[in-house]
């Protein structure tokens, strides 16, 4: 079955630096690519997600990468604020069928004032 | 509008009771789920449910198992409580296999508490 490699597991910023959070993946055919960001006391929420067809993809001042053949992909935070402090969680899964995405163990992120 | 509802939000029981979480989702999602959420905050997935099969994480104890009336809802019932189960768990849905996207919608979460 799939593997999910997620680092750091805590990562401490000063406001206004970009932060990178990395996972690996281990089946080749996995193809889609979500992550979720869980403030303290809420639940999962999707921020961004990649398909396997696609090398970067970018929103405001979120950016997710993949590199299909070295088979990792990361989530690039930039200009970082207070409110995205949380719990950072990467995923693989193969789309279509059983739907099942196999989750990282996460990131803690911290962004001090 | 709640997309996705869990109750009760909170539950304290004593160890070798049963009890049972109700998840419901609004949004025509044909698969839904349950995670177990430990205190180092893993996102671990139990069940996976649509309407033709249900998946089971194989390292789940059979203690616990889903129950589906229909696709909007899909409780969790847990016989013999065991102190390790205290966590949060979530409920989520998807869209599957149809509608082209895979984006999970999860509950708020429901903070268990075995004593």
């Known amino acids: 079955g799939e593997n999910v490699e997620q680092h750091p597991s805590t990562l401490s910023v000063q406001e206004g630096d970009s932060a990178v959070i990395k996972c690996t993946y281990s089946?080749?055919?996995?193809?889609?690519f979500p992550w979720y960001k869980q403030e303290l006391g809420k639940r999962p929420q999707l921020i961004i997600d990649?398909?396997?067809?696609?090398g970067e993809k970018k929103d405001q001042r979120i950016a997710v990468t993949l590199n299909k053949t070295a088979k990792h992909f990361s989530l690039h935070i930039t200009e970082t604020q207070p409110e995205d402090s949380a719990v950072y969680f990467c995923?693989?899964?193969?789309?279509?069928?059983?739907?099942?995405?196999?989750f990282g163990r996460g990131t803690s992120l911290i962004v001090h004032p | 509008d709640t997309a996705v509802s869990q109750t009760p939000k909170y539950l304290v029981t004593q160890m070798g009771n049963d009890k049972s979480i109700k998840c419901e989702q609004n949004?025509?999602?044909?698969?839904m789920y349950w995670y177990k959420q430990d205190s180092k905050k893993f996102l671990k997935i139990m069940f996976s449910?649509?309407?033709?099969?249900?998946?089971i994480n194989e390292t789940v104890p059979n203690r616990f198992s889903p129950k589906s009336p229909d696709k909007a809802h899909l409780n969790l019932h847990i016989n013999s409580l065991e102190l390790g189960d205290s966590a949060v768990y979530f409920c989520?849905?998807?869209?599957?296999?149809?509608?082209?996207?895979?984006?999970?919608?999860f509950g708020p979460g429901t903070r268990l508490t075995v004593t």
């Open positions: 989520a849905s998807s869209h599957g296999t149809s509608g082209g996207t895979y984006e999970q919608y």
């Open positions: 995923a693989a899964s193969i789309s279509g069928g059983s739907y099942i995405p196999t």
């Open positions: 949004l025509g999602h044909d698969t």
């Open positions: 089946d080749s055919a996995s193809n889609y």
């Open positions: 449910y649509n309407n033709k099969e249900l998946i």
């Open positions: 990649i398909r396997s067809n696609v």
